[in-house]
């Protein structure tokens, strides 16, 4: 704009400017094609009038003509659009997904897919509730003993199957908190701070939490679990902008450590009537960090500490982070304004299905099986596969569905970071490329297999 201004009062200042003669158009009569004759015009009286007061008019009596012939340019074809499905076949392809769930029309509602579900996918089973308690202690005792048994060359090993082992931890809890382990409340409340204890998680204010984001999911401001990062944070400081940028990019696996500090022990994020239960559970955390971490440290010394119990926990963080952010995070997953969002759309489009290796998938429960836990998280955990089942038959061409693969974390870790509101997310190389190497460098390094 100031070079705009600058240039039009040079035009009209300064005793050298050269004169802007008056121009008019003249059709041409060309087959198909539209044409415009532009010529000076040849008007004596109006040169005559003007040069006695403008000598430097004389060079310009000759006339001259210009004809320009407009080609007529075809349409431009239309941007390709989520309807597509051969558009959603070659995005899928580029992220990681094997499928790209067509959008579910507007029409339809959180209650007709609960409706096409079959009742006994709802139901409670206590010999599969306890047996997946059997499952995860059993699992973790094993893991407990090839630390204490392994080389140090197989700690890795033995770390990565604990992790898993103690997952399942969180995932009974999960349940519990969801009303779909047991149907006694009480022992789903004991059950569930308890298998939360090792982890250091308190179970009432992460419930709290946990049905917001249900309540809430992929809605822009009032989800609890992943959010894009805000380009006012980005602009704010260098040292908030760098650290995001760490955040969501090469920590981004091990994000949930901080969600887990900032949202569950902070009393001031809780209603009234919930810190009595927030307080008992922040107790029972306590309780085990004051003695059974002493107990640890007593047996086996730090060291012991760091095997036994840090490097498992790094592990499930691990999966904590991982299964959330597939589960709720690609480029063409958006999150809206609470005055856009529709819940059947946010649950079931908005949620992506996705497969691990068998064994993960057996230690935590089938966490991954995660549509229908969002369109009802009354659906116990060894049903998922069965509400999974029917949801493929009556919504399949809506789902999204991907293998746990490089090409995926690799599109999550450096596309997925600053919100915008026509792309969902724009990379921290466009938002801020100086600042931007670790993203740069997670590109570089990352393998594109699929």
Not at 167 to 182: L, Q, R, Y
Not at 245 to 261: D, F, K, N
Not at 311 to 331: D, K, Q, R
Request: aromatic residues 14%; positive net charge; contains cysteine.
């Amino acid at each position: 704009m100031a070079s705009t201004l600058s240039d039009s009062l040079f035009l009209f200042t300064g005793s050298q400017q050269r004169p802007r003669p008056s121009l008019r158009f003249a059709p041409l009569s060309v087959s198909g094609i539209s044409c415009l004759n532009w010529r000076r015009s040849s008007s004596k009286s109006y040169y005559q009038q003007r040069i006695r007061h403008q000598p430097w008019l004389n060079n310009m009596r000759n006339q001259k003509i210009i004809q320009a012939v407009a080609v007529p340019v075809l349409p431009s074809a239309p941007s390709p659009t989520m309807d597509s499905a051969e558009y959603r076949k070659q995005l899928a392809e580029s992220y990681g997904f094997e499928q790209i769930g067509e959008p579910l029309p507007n029409d339809i509602t959180l209650r007709n897919i609960l409706n096409s579900l079959p009742k006994k996918v709802f139901e409670i089973n206590d010999m599969k509730a306890w047996g997946s308690v059997l499952i995860s202690v059993s699992s973790y005792a094993l893991g407990i003993f090839m630390i204490a048994k392994a080389p140090w060359y197989l700690l890795p090993l033995a770390w990565a199957w604990t992790g898993t082992a103690v997952t399942g931890f969180f995932v009974i809890a999960h349940d519990c908190a969801h009303k779909s382990f047991s149907r006694n409340k009480l022992v789903e409340d004991i059950v569930g701070t308890i298998a939360l204890m090792p982890l250091i998680y308190p179970y009432e204010p992460w419930r709290f939490k946990h049905d917001q984001h249900h309540a809430k999911t992929n809605m822009l401001h009032e989800d609890t679990a992943w959010h894009p990062v805000w380009k006012e944070d980005v602009d704010s400081s260098e040292l908030l902008r760098k650290a995001l940028i760490y955040a969501y990019g090469p920590v981004r696996p091990w994000m949930s450590i901080a969600h887990w500090l900032v949202w569950h022990f902070d009393l001031k994020k809780f209603r009234k009537h919930e810190v009595k239960r927030v307080i008992i559970s922040l107790s029972a955390v306590f309780s085990f960090m004051g003695i059974g971490w002493p107990l640890i440290i007593c047996k086996t010394g730090i060291i012991g500490w760091i095997k036994f119990w840090l490097m498992p926990w790094l592990g499930y963080h691990f999966w904590m982070s991982t299964f959330t952010i597939v589960h709720h995070t690609a480029p063409h997953i958006p999150f809206k304004d609470s005055d856009e969002w529709n819940a059947a759309q946010a649950q079931l489009n908005g949620t992506v299905h996705c497969d691990y290796p068998h064994w993960i998938e057996v230690l935590c429960h089938d966490i991954n099986w995660h549509i229908p836990h969002h369109i009802s998280p009354k659906i116990p955990s060894y049903n998922l596969r069965a509400a999974q089942k029917s949801l493929d038959e009556n919504w399949g061409k809506h789902l999204n569905k991907a293998k746990w693969n490089w090409r995926l974390m690799k599109t999550i870790m450096t596309t997925c970071h600053v919100y915008d509101s026509d792309e969902n997310y724009v990379s921290f190389e466009k938002v801020c490329p100086r600042d931007s190497q670790p993203i740069t460098f997670l590109r570089k390094v990352m393998p594109d297999y699929a």
